[in-house]
């Protein structure tokens, strides 16, 4: 019955019910509603990429620099650390709030924010004279890029109609690719040989065209009249999300059995319980739970959880597999974990093109199935494993990774109402990044467990010096098992998504 209900809202977008009405906005085009026509369409696929670019950039190019910042300032690890978790909690906690607000405003009012707050942050952190100064400027940025990641996939559904939403998700995977690709070397180029502050300064030529240009290509929604914010489930989300990505991310350091751990655990359940009730009864929620009854939308995402767990146990590991294990200096650790990004970047568009022609049950499914067994080849590498041995297990990797991405978030995006497109979006970008949260986490906790017994099996059996290298190998494989067991999960919930085209 919720998934017939939410079926109509999807079928009525032309006229809103009496509670949301839509105000008049850009004259109405020869396609379906909010469907672009002709070639200006691929300028606002564009935009987006270039907001996806920008976002996927900070994330790889700020981690090649954390050893040079900590030395700047003076600062120990764990606190260097919160350049990185700052940012990565904010965009966590605030990707829902992001995605009702562009649901409110309008997509193109938030985008544009987005860019404008990310460039003004990243200048500031640039200019930063204390790593809290830096770590304040940076929460600040990663509001920026929860206005960007929110709001993108949602600009791109609404702009593409259902026989080309696939094929345009997937060329905008390339900007992702490109980001990931680029981040690590211009990262470490920019820091040798100029500052580690220009990694920021960066975004601010890229970001002044980014916000040029978005201003001319995007059309305006028009504001939905007699909308109000869900402030109770807002601040809820924010409590429940913070309290269980803070125990994710730092578990491992605590332990998790302290009573930090725990209670912040106890906490985002009481916090979540408490979001659903309020959701539940609240006229216009923040986030509206009866999307969960829409098979392709509650399935696509936890598929996307579930695959991100798993693919970031690993690919979290493999630097240090790289460079603690066979001793590579970070540049060519760097260059050997392209090929993932490399060959998304070849994939991703020709599967979501293909998802557009056969719908998305197949192609996904068989990428969730292909990652899994790229897991299992990255069993098999040990301390004398050549380049070329690896590279071709990160293809296989990467094969996977592309044929899932684009079919998966088109289906899942494809599945709601068009008023709800700015939520659903906003999910997609928060299953995302709990799943990179609970990768890492499952990583550093088997890592963790693992390497004790694997350092009291060999004492005695390999030279005292190679000891500790052997043990975090054969550790890290551990990882890697566990990594598998956690995508082949992804293979059945894909299935049970439908093929809707």
């Not at 970047?345 to 068989?366: E, K, M, N, W």
């Not at 494809?414 to 497109?421: C, E, Q, S, T, Y």
Request: hydrophobic share 50%.
């Amino acid at each position: 019955m919720g998934e017939d209900h939410l079926r109509a809202e999807q079928a009525e977008t032309r006229t809103e019910t009496p509670a949301e009405p839509i105000a008049p906005s850009a004259p109405p085009s020869d396609g379906p509603p909010g469907i672009v026509p002709g070639r200006h369409k691929w300028l606002v696929l564009s935009t987006v990429s270039v907001g996806t670019f920008m976002a996927t950039l900070d994330s790889s190019i700020v981690n090649i620099s954390l050893p040079t910042i900590q030395q700047h300032f003076g600062v120990s690890l764990s606190t260097v650390e919160w350049v990185v978790v700052a940012y990565l909690l904010t965009l966590g906690t605030l990707l829902l709030s992001v995605g009702r607000l562009g649901d409110m405003v309008g997509y193109k009012r938030v985008y544009l924010g987005g860019f404008a707050l990310f460039t003004l942050a990243s200048v500031l952190c640039g200019a930063s004279q204390s790593i809290w100064m830096l770590i304040g400027f940076r929460v600040l940025q990663a509001v920026g890029g929860t206005m960007l990641q929110a709001m993108g996939p949602a600009i791109t559904t609404r702009t593409f109609g259902s026989q080309e939403r696939g094929r345009a998700l997937g060329l905008n995977a390339i900007s992702v690719s490109l980001g990931l690709t680029i981040g690590p070397t211009l990262g470490g180029v920019l820091t040798e040989f100029a500052s580690w502050r220009w990694i920021f300064y960066i975004n601010l030529p890229v970001g002044i065209f980014a916000i040029l240009w978005a201003w001319r290509v995007l059309e305006p929604e028009g504001r939905r009249a007699r909308q109000m914010f869900d402030i109770p489930g807002a601040a809820l989300s924010f409590g429940a999300l913070l309290a269980l990505l803070l125990a994710l991310i730092e578990g491992q350091r605590w332990g998790w059995g302290s009573a930090q751990v725990i209670g912040l655990l106890l906490a985002a359940a009481v916090l979540g319980t408490a979001f659903i009730v309020v959701e539940l009864h609240h006229r216009q929620p923040m986030l509206d739970v009866r999307l969960f009854r829409i098979r392709s939308f509650w399935a696509g995402n936890l598929s996307l959880l579930i695959v991100f767990s798993g693919l970031f146990t690993a690919t979290f590991l493999m630097p240090f597999f790289l460079q603690q294990g066979q001793g590579l200096s970070p540049f060519a650790a760097g260059l050997l974990l392209t090929p993932v990004p490399l060959t998304t970047l070849v994939v991703a568009p020709i599967s979501g093109a293909l998802s557009d022609r056969i719908g998305p049950r197949l192609p996904a499914t068989l990428g969730a199935a292909v990652m899994t067994l790229g897991l299992y080849t990255l069993t098999q590498l040990h301390v004398g494993s050549s380049a070329s041995d690896l590279i071709w297990r990160l293809v296989v990797l990467g094969v996977g990774q592309g044929l899932f991405f684009s079919p998966n978030s088109s289906a899942i995006l494809g599945a709601v109402p068009r008023p709800r497109l700015g939520t659903a979006s906003a999910t997609v970008a928060q299953m995302r990044i709990f799943g990179q949260v609970l990768g890492i986490a499952v990583a550093g906790a088997v890592v963790a467990s693992r390497l004790p017994v694997h350092l009291a099996e060999l004492t005695g059996q390999v030279p005292p010096a190679a000891l500790q290298r052997d043990a975090l190998i054969l550790a890290i494989r551990d990882a890697f098992i566990v990594a598998i067991a956690i995508s082949a999960i992804a293979v059945v919930t894909s299935i049970l998504r439908g093929n809707q085209k």
